[in-house]
């Protein structure tokens, strides 16, 4: 049974739309991450945070932004989305530093 | 830069039989290693792990292998089964992050 939830699962979107990427747990975990990954391909860390108020850029540059408003939430912000955001973007969250628990991602898909 | 990475993008055994995925790392004083298995559609999942201090480790027919020498784990999985079929990644804490190679894709024939 999953403990991290994320909506939406796809999501096909137009050029110039702004999109948020819900991710939630209800395990009280002080830790989240998103991470960026192409089909088959190795997971890049692009946002996470330690705690409320607490958000840093991962390894890949990402346009994206990050809130972490309350523990359990930690939504993913594109402004302006762009078909080079294509991908999939799985989130995380950890009560030790490498305990991650994954939602199941969101495909988005940007024409 | 330091990095983990992953020998082969696919693998293919029959049912029964053994499979073997491997991983090099790049950092010598790396000291833990984990294995995900990520099903399609799905976000990756805990296997199994192994720290520095240990060349072997068990779990349900699971085997995680780590050769220090040559900076080489592999993961080791008996009796391939179809539920088995699934993208394989090994992963290292680096800088407080965990850091994921390229994943081996694993695929089972009846």
């Known amino acids: 049974e999953a403990d991290i939830y994320q909506t939406p699962r796809y999501l096909v979107i137009g050029t110039g739309k702004k999109i948020t990427l819900e991710c939630s747990q209800t395990?009280?975990?002080?830790?989240m991450y998103w991470y960026q990954q192409d089909p088959g391909m190795e997971l890049h860390l692009i946002h996470y945070?330690?705690?409320?108020?607490?958000?840093e850029k991962g390894d890949l540059s990402s346009e994206s932004t990050v809130s972490r408003i309350r523990t359990e939430h930690f939504p993913l912000t594109l402004e302006s989305a762009r078909p080079s955001h294509t991908s999939q973007y799985l989130c995380?969250?950890?009560?030790?530093?490498?305990?991650?628990?994954f939602g199941s991602g969101t495909r988005l898909t940007v024409v | 830069g330091e990095s983990v990475g992953l020998h082969l993008p696919t693998l293919s055994v029959q049912e029964g039989d053994n499979s073997i995925i491997n991983c090099a790392y790049s950092?010598?004083?790396?000291?833990?290693f984990i294995w995900y298995k990520q099903e399609s559609g799905k976000g990756p999942q805990f296997i199994i792990d192994?720290?520095?201090?240990?060349d072997k480790r068990q779990g349900q027919r699971v085997t995680v292998l780590l050769n220090k020498t040559v900076k080489h784990l592999s993961l080791q999985i008996a009796a391939t089964q179809p539920g088995d079929s699934a993208v394989y990644f090994c992963?290292?804490?680096?800088?407080?992050?965990?850091?994921f190679g390229q994943g081996t894709e694993l695929s089972v024939k009846p």
């Open positions: 950092n010598s004083a790396s000291d833990y």
């Open positions: 992963a290292e804490p680096m800088g407080g992050k965990l850091i």
């Open positions: 395990m009280g975990h002080d830790k």
């Open positions: 995380a969250s950890s009560d030790w530093q490498y305990g991650y628990t």
């Open positions: 945070s330690y705690g409320v108020n607490s958000t």
């Open positions: 192994i720290r520095s201090n240990m």
